[in-house]
């Protein structure tokens, strides 16, 4: 084992360097630091279990997300919902067209990614509760489009105005809950927040089955009924939550962001020593982060380092998609074109559905022994194998040969639960920079909805038998898709596990490369005597050790 050093270069005007009151605040900033490494899960718990309250508050509103997902997907394997918007087939019963299929899935990501845009302007702008709130109310007003739509247009639209809110959900959650808790936790908070959209699923899936039984155009409009139970309660949480420090921070407003640390962490055995400490340590990781970049807009997630971090984002996004995990939006249509009746299919979803919570579970015990770069490419690896095997089962015409579909669908949705779903909110919110960090969320999830839309708009063709009549054997196209998603993961996703937000811009700003991230020490507090001769020039440097095993 060879040692290397790597010196990066960043001039911080915002830290002078001969000034006391700096060099004070970077002192408290390196104690949070230290004092953030020492923590154990049982502390961090203890201590800030208020902000792991909220950060799992705020990511309930994903739950809503995770219902339609699945609850207009199933409604195309629905009698009264074929027989309202279908057309009728030789045969004499009625189907949705695919391209109507592709249609009613596309119009709410569509309508995600005028959100996605919206929030990071407002989220930056306004800050989270704000933006939270207003947003929430307005999916209230929305709700009512997919409720009472007598035509597919009208159902589209509608289903186009509600995902401009859960766009806005799908980032703001993810790096709220990223920015409230300490580095410990935070593996367990951003998974928690793909569980909230399992739960959502599951929950959809269940009220999928249990209408089944209901006559008429009720059957379809109660499950958009019940997505009101969420806004309102919400709301009134939000209102009283605290606002993400690092967010207040970011706007310049101190002492906001003061009050926000005391009323994140428990208040006995919490000093004003402490919270003083973490928010040196945000201004300090801030304002390192405004000396590399120059500005904060979309077109700077594009500029030099962050280039790489926005990559990581978009591909990790997209792979949400591409690793196979496509079939299941459309799991009813794709277990009935295998050969399960219309109960037997809604039922095997329930099962499908609750992958999402049982494998959330799991987990949270795997990724802090395994870090995210190793569970995201080893489940990556397994779904893989699961696709060829379910693609070469749709050449055989037997119950067998659909049973085995189902379980097998089962087993891979259960490892993607595991791994890639919940890993990639952890990677996402780690990854980027902490100024750019809503914007590259937001690229990154824009990436995701427009994967959506190509796989919304063939995976309904793959599998209908009204078109291209694929079955199982779209199995193969997304093993294919799969496959290229874990060769790059192999050469340019990075462990960033037990990384603060501070050490991970020092290694991006140090180009360290992916396979080496995790043997890497960096240090953004060390400084060496060529260093301190130049402090009077406003410089700051930081030294990171690099560990290179032979």
């Known amino acids: 084992m060879s040692q290397a050093k790597v010196v990066a270069h960043v001039t911080a005007a915002d830290l002078d360097l001969n000034d006391v009151e700096i060099l004070r605040l970077v002192?408290?900033?390196?104690?949070?630091?230290?004092?953030?490494?020492?923590?154990?899960?049982?502390?961090?718990?203890?201590?800030?279990?208020?902000?792991?309250?909220?950060?799992?508050?705020?990511?309930?509103?994903?739950?809503?997300?995770?219902?339609?997902?699945?609850?207009?997907?199933?409604?195309?394997?629905?009698?009264?919902?074929?027989?309202?918007?279908?057309?009728?087939?030789?045969?004499?019963?009625?189907?949705?067209?695919?391209?109507?299929?592709?249609?009613?899935?596309?119009?709410?990501?569509?309508?995600?990614?005028?959100?996605?845009?919206?929030?990071?302007w407002t989220q930056d702008r306004f800050g989270c509760r704000p933006t939270m709130m207003f947003f929430l109310a307005w999916m209230c007003i929305t709700i009512f489009g997919p409720v009472f739509a007598t035509s597919l247009p009208l159902l589209a639209f509608g289903e186009a105005m509600c995902g401009v809110s859960w766009g806005v959900f799908q980032t703001l959650s993810t790096a709220y809950a990223s920015e409230v808790v300490p580095t410990v936790l935070r593996p367990y908070v951003t998974a928690y927040v793909c569980m909230c959209w399992g739960a959502g699923i599951l929950f959809s899936s269940g009220v999928a089955r249990a209408v089944l039984v209901i006559e008429g155009d009720w059957a379809w409009r109660l499950p958009f009924c019940l997505q009101w139970i969420w806004p309102v309660p919400l709301i009134i949480g939000v209102y009283f939550a605290p606002e993400s420090p690092w967010n207040s921070v970011r706007r310049g407003k101190l002492e906001e962001a003061r009050n926000s640390l005391v009323a994140l962490r428990k208040r006995s055995g919490t000093n004003d020593t402490d919270i003083d400490a973490t928010l040196a340590y945000i201004r300090h990781?801030?304002?390192?982060?405004?000396?590399?970049?120059?500005?904060?807009?979309?077109?700077?997630?594009?500029?030099?380092?962050?280039?790489?971090?926005?990559?990581?984002?978009?591909?990790?996004?997209?792979?949400?998609?591409?690793?196979?995990?496509?079939?299941?939006?459309?799991?009813?249509?794709?277990?009935?074109?295998?050969?399960?009746?219309?109960?037997?299919?809604?039922?095997?979803?329930?099962?499908?559905?609750?992958?999402?919570?049982?494998?959330?579970?799991?987990?949270?015990?795997?990724?802090?022994?395994?870090?995210?770069?190793?569970?995201?490419?080893?489940?990556?690896?397994?779904?893989?194998?699961?696709l060829?095997?379910?693609?070469?089962?749709?050449?055989?015409?037997?119950d067998q040969a659909s049973l085995a579909v189902g379980i097998l669908l089962v087993i891979s949705t259960l490892c993607n639960m595991i791994t890639v779903g919940p890993v990639c909110y952890p990677i996402v919110a780690e990854t980027p920079s902490g100024r750019l960090r809503y914007k590259t969320i937001v690229i990154g999830r824009v990436v995701y909805n427009l994967t959506g839309i190509f796989s919304n708009s063939v995976t309904p063709r793959m599998i209908s038998a009204t078109s291209w009549g694929w079955g199982a054997k779209a199995g193969f196209f997304y093993a294919g898709t799969n496959l290229l998603c874990l060769a790059w993961c192999y050469f340019r996703l990075p462990e960033t596990k037990d990384r603060t937000f501070g050490e991970i811009d020092i290694l991006f700003e140090n180009k360290v490369p992916a396979r080496k991230f995790k043997y890497t020490k960096a240090d953004q507090f060390v400084q060496s005597d060529d260093q301190r001769l130049e402090e009077s020039k406003g410089e700051r440097k930081t030294e990171v050790d690099h560990s290179e095993f032979a």
């Not at 800030?48 to 990511?59: D, T």
């Not at 809503?64 to 919902?81: A, K």
């Not at 792979?319 to 939006?329: F, P, T, V, W």
């Not at 379910?390 to 055989?396: D, T, V």
């Open 285 to 386: 990781t801030t304002a390192l982060e405004k000396a590399e970049t120059a500005g904060s807009s979309f077109l700077e997630c594009f500029r030099g380092t962050n280039l790489r971090r926005t990559e990581i984002n978009m591909v990790v996004w997209a792979a949400q998609i591409l690793c196979g995990n496509a079939i299941l939006g459309f799991s009813i249509v794709f277990l009935q074109a295998s050969g399960f009746s219309e109960t037997q299919s809604f039922n095997v979803n329930i099962s499908l559905s609750a992958c999402y919570i049982v494998g959330g579970i799991i987990c949270w015990f795997l990724m802090v022994r395994l870090g995210r770069a190793t569970l995201y490419m080893g489940g990556l690896a397994f779904m893989f194998v699961c």
């Open 388 to 398: 060829i095997a379910i693609g070469g089962l749709g050449f055989a015409k037997s």
């Open 27 to 120: 002192h408290q900033a390196q104690e949070a630091d230290i004092a953030d490494h020492s923590l154990t899960i049982k502390q961090a718990l203890k201590k800030y279990k208020k902000a792991v309250f909220w950060a799992m508050f705020l990511s309930t509103a994903l739950i809503m997300e995770g219902y339609d997902l699945v609850i207009i997907s199933s409604f195309y394997g629905q009698g009264q919902f074929q027989r309202r918007f279908g057309e009728q087939q030789p045969d004499g019963t009625y189907a949705i067209p695919a391209s109507w299929q592709s249609g009613l899935s596309n119009s709410s990501v569509v309508g995600q990614l005028v959100g996605l845009f919206i929030n990071g």
